[in-house]
C-alpha cells in the first residue's frame, strides 16, 4: 500500500481527523510539552484525559491573563517570569495524550499505526512553524497583547474539542493502578540514556528561540521574531 493511501485511510478512520485538527488548533500558539509532561502524564493515567487537560488549558489560559495584566501593570520581571514558568507548565500535551489513541482508532492494523505516528509527529512539525508565524501576524497587526489573548483562546477551545471527543472521554489507562515509584519511566537505563544525550539538543532549540527574538529586535523589530522562529523551523520539516 503507498504511502498516501496509507495516510488516506488513518485519516478515514472515526474520529482521527478532528483530534488530529484539535490537536493543532491547541498547540498553534504554544510550545511543546517540556519536563512537566512526565507529571500531567501521571495525572492523566490516574484520572483519565479529559478530567486533567481542561483543567490544565484553563489554567494556561489564565496564566497568560495574568501575564497581560502584570505587564501592564508593570510588575516586576522576577514576578513576570515566575508567572511565564507556571504558564508554561500547564500547557496541555495534546500530542502526548493523542499517541495512546491512535492504534485503537485505525483498528490496530500495525501498518497503519505507524502511519498515523508519522502523521502525528508531521503535525508537530506544522505547529512548530504555524505557532510562530500565527503570533508573528497577530502581533505586527494588532498588539502582543492581543497575540496572547488568542493563545489563550485557541488553547482552551482546541483542548475543550479534543478532550469532549468519544475516544478521549473513553480512554483509560490499563497502568493507572500500578506503582511507578518516584523515577517512573526514568528506572529504565536505556530511557534514562536517551534524555541525557537529548538534554544538548533541548538547549540548543531554547537558546534559539532566546536568540531570535533579541536579534529581531536589534535589528528590526521584535515582530519579526514569531517569522524568524518559524523559517528555523520549517527546516526540520525537510
Not at 98 to 111: K, S, T
Amino acid at each position: 500500500m503507498s504511502a498516501r493511501k496509507r495516510y488516506a485511510r488513518v485519516l478515514r478512520a472515526p474520529h482521527v481527523a478532528p483530534l488530529l485538527a484539535a490537536g493543532v488548533v491547541a498547540g498553534a500558539p504554544t510550545a511543546p510539552p517540556s519536563a512537566k509532561a512526565p507529571a500531567i502524564g501521571r495525572l492523566v493515567d490516574r484520572f483519565g484525559q479529559t478530567r486533567v487537560l481542561v483543567p490544565v488549558a484553563l489554567g494556561h489560559a489564565a496564566g497568560l491573563g495574568a501575564l497581560v495584566a502584570l505587564g501592564l501593570l508593570g510588575a516586576p520581571l522576577t514576578l513576570l517570569m515566575a508567572t511565564a514558568l507556571v504558564t508554561g507548565i500547564c500547557i496541555p500535551p495534546i500530542s502526548a495524550v493523542l499517541r495512546p489513541l491512535l492504534p485503537g482508532l485505525v483498528g490496530g492494523d500495525p501498518e497503519l499505526v505507524t502511519t498515523a505516528y508519522a502523521l502525528d509527529a508531521v503535525l508537530v512539525e506544522l505547529v512548530f512553524v504555524s505557532g510562530p508565524l500565527l503570533t508573528a501576524v497577530a502581533t505586527a497587526t494588532l498588539s502582543p497583547v492581543a497575540a496572547l489573548v488568542l493563545a489563550a483562546v485557541l488553547v482552551v477551545a482546541g483542548t475543550a474539542a479534543f478532550a469532549a471527543s468519544e475516544p478521549s472521554r473513553g480512554w483509560r489507562s490499563e497502568r493507572r493502578d500500578a506503582g511507578h515509584g518516584a523515577l517512573g519511566a526514568l528506572r529504565s537505563a536505556g530511557l534514562r540514556t536517551l534524555v541525557v544525550v537529548t538534554l544538548p539538543i533541548g538547549f540548543c532549540f531554547g537558546a534559539m528561540e532566546v536568540t531570535l527574538p533579541a536579534f529581531a529586535e536589534d535589528v528590526a523589530n521584535r515582530a519579526w521574531a514569531g517569522a524568524l522562529i518559524a523559517i528555523w523551523s520549517a527546516a526540520s520539516g525537510r
